[in-house]
C-alpha cells in the first residue's frame, strides 16, 4: 500500500467512525463498526457479534462515562486483527504482541486527546459534563452537540486504532 492510499484508508475510517457516531449512536461499536469494515477484519457474521459485544461499552462503558468507548471499541479491533490464533488457548506467544499494540493504542489515544475518560473527554470538548441518565441532560448534550463531539473523538479513536493495525500488518507483509 502506497503512503497516499494508506491516507485514504484513514481518511475514510476517521470519516466513517465519525459519521457513525453521528447517526447511529454507541461509540464503541461506531469505532469498531468502521475500523472492521474497512480493514476487512472478519466476515459480516463475525462482525455483528463482535458489535453486539462491542455496545455497552458506550457512554464510558454502560453510561458511566468511565473510559471512552471510542478507545475500548478500538481496542477490540486491535483484538478482531491481531488474535490470529485460538482465543481459548491459554497464553500463546502471539498474546504478547497483541498486548503490547493495545497498550500503544491506548496511551496514543490518551495523548492525542488529553484524556481516556469520557467524563473528562466530555468536559474537555463541550465545557461541562452531561448525565445522560437523566432526560433533561441528555436532552442537553444533544441540543449542545454532544454527538458532533463525540463523533470527532469516535473518528480519531478509530484512526488511531487502524494506524496500529496497519503498522503490525505491514511489519509483517501482510497485505489487506
Known amino acids: 500500500m502506497t503512503a497516499e492510499e494508506r491516507k485514504e484508508l484513514l481518511d475514510r475510517i476517521e470519516q466513517e467512525a465519525s459519521e457513525l457516531e453521528q447517526t447511529k449512536k454507541a461509540c464503541g461499536r461506531c469505532t469498531l463498526l468502521a475500523v ?10 463475525c462482525i455483528e457479534a463482535t458489535l453486539k459485544a462491542s ?10 462515562r468511565d473510559h471512552c468507548g471510542g478507545l475500548t ?7 478482531l486483527a491481531l488474535v490470529d ?7 500463546p506467544p502471539r498474546r504478547t504482541c497483541v498486548m503490547k499494540k493495545a497498550k500503544e493504542f491506548h496511551r496514543k489515544f490518551e495523548k492525542e486527546l ?3 475518560m469520557c467524563y473528562d473527554i466530555r468536559e474537555l ?35 488511531l486504532a487502524a494506524e496500529t493495525i496497519l503498522d503490525v500488518w505491514e511489519e509483517e507483509g501482510k497485505q489487506i
Not at 55 to 64: E, V
Not at 85 to 91: H, I, K, R
Not at 131 to 157: H, M, R, S
Request: charged share 25%; hydrophobic share 40%.
Open 114 to 116: 488529553g484524556f481516556k
Open 36 to 45: 472492521a469494515r474497512n480493514l476487512k477484519l472478519a466476515d459480516e457474521k
Open 55 to 64: 455496545i455497552p461499552f458506550a457512554g464510558g462503558i454502560a453510561g458511566t
Open 125 to 159: 470538548g463541550m465545557g461541562r459534563v452531561y448525565d445522560t441518565a437523566n432526560p433533561d441532560e441528555a436532552k442537553a448534550f444533544i441540543d449542545d452537540g454532544g454527538y458532533q463531539w463525540c463523533g470527532k473523538v469516535v473518528g480519531k479513536a478509530a484512526r
Open 73 to 79: 471499541g478500538g481496542i477490540m479491533a486491535i483484538g
Open 85 to 91: 490464533y485460538d482465543a481459548t488457548e491459554a497464553n
